[in-house]
């Protein structure tokens, strides 16, 4: 996935004098099922989270309260949202790595993911998401694990597929 694919989702709104109210429904507001919530609290300040990539999970992290920053980058390009509505909540797909910062003070991060928890799904490695990620851009199918798409022969020899 790249950085186009991340986008900030405007999450339904119900305005009503007694407190305002807002949904997420998996398949009709995100593109994946939920099967897993998580949130980060009482952040100290100056403090980083994140700091890494997954292979197969997507998210969609929410400024619940407060604001906060997430820096995203794909291995090829970099982009930052800043983060301070509930109603808004930013994809994030596979293969994007993530750091959040600029925590302000109560601030509350919410983040529905698509799986599971599993260690073997991230990558913390920065140069190995870089890797991974360059990998993924060169194969056919985007697949960091499916190899990239073989080089052509020098000139004059047949490609394989096309020897007799």
């Excluded at 007694?18 to 009709?28: K, S, Y």
């Excluded at 998580?38 to 994140?50: F, H, I, M, T």
């Excluded at 799904?121 to 920065?126: E, G, S, T």
Aim: proline content about 9%; overall charge negative.
């Amino acid at each position: 996935m790249s950085l186009s694919d991340c986008k900030i989702i405007d999450l339904p709104r119900i305005n009503d004098p007694r407190g305002n109210l807002t949904f997420v429904e998996a398949g009709r507001h995100i593109p994946f099922d939920i099967r897993r919530v998580y949130y980060l609290y009482d952040v100290p300040g100056g403090a980083e989270r994140g700091g890494h990539a997954h292979k197969d999970l997507h998210q969609l992290i929410i400024a619940m309260s407060g604001s906060f920053d997430i820096h995203l980058d794909d291995g090829a390009a970099k982009k930052t949202f800043h983060m301070n509505r509930s109603y808004f909540g930013l994809y994030v797909p596979t293969m994007v790595w993530r750091e959040i910062d600029n925590f302000s003070s109560g601030a509350v991060c919410m983040v529905l993911a698509s799986e599971h928890y599993s260690e073997a799904d991230y990558y913390r490695n920065y140069d190995e998401f870089l890797q991974a990620a360059a990998l993924a851009r060169r194969s056919p199918t985007g697949d960091a694990s499916a190899p990239a798409t073989p080089p052509a022969p020098p000139t004059g020899q047949p490609h394989p597929k096309e020897a007799p």
